[in-house]
């Protein structure tokens, strides 16, 4: 089964509307940092990510102070990301993990780590083709997070509505 790094923005990007659960459901063992995990301080998402680590559906991997150390060196060759983003990274290399995230910087550094990178659109179409969400209800999500966030590949988006459409009729 393959693995799921998640950064943070995918997971308050799934909070926001109302799918994480459903998310978690996909055939991927799911993941998130430590350091992610403190990125998130709203606390009712906090407590949803909580919940959802509670219940199995989630691991939050700790990270030794060995870890840190490397996770932290990382951080200083590339000073245009966080400490989180880094760990996000660091965990996906040495796990042969999928980089989950939105973030462009991210994306770009696990590009050039020569790491699987997708984002939530991509997520919302693995739930699509898996059965775990009607394509109705993925245009409506969809379209709802686009509203919400910005800072989505527009025609990817764009592309994957039409395509939903399509399966609707």
Known sequence: MRLL???ANVLIDLLDIGLLDEAMAAPYIMETTDLVEYEIVDTEQASAIKRCTARGLLTVLSSTIEQLTK???MQNNCPKLTLADCSVVYFAQIREGIVLSGDGRLRKEAEHQHLEVHSTPWLLDLMVSGNLLTPKTAIEKLKQLMDINQRL???ECLS???????LVG
């Open 153 to 155: 590949p527009r025609n």
């Open 71 to 73: 996770i932290s060196e």
């Open 5 to 7: 790094i998640h950064d």
């Open 160 to 166: 994957l509505i039409e395509a939903w459409e399509r």
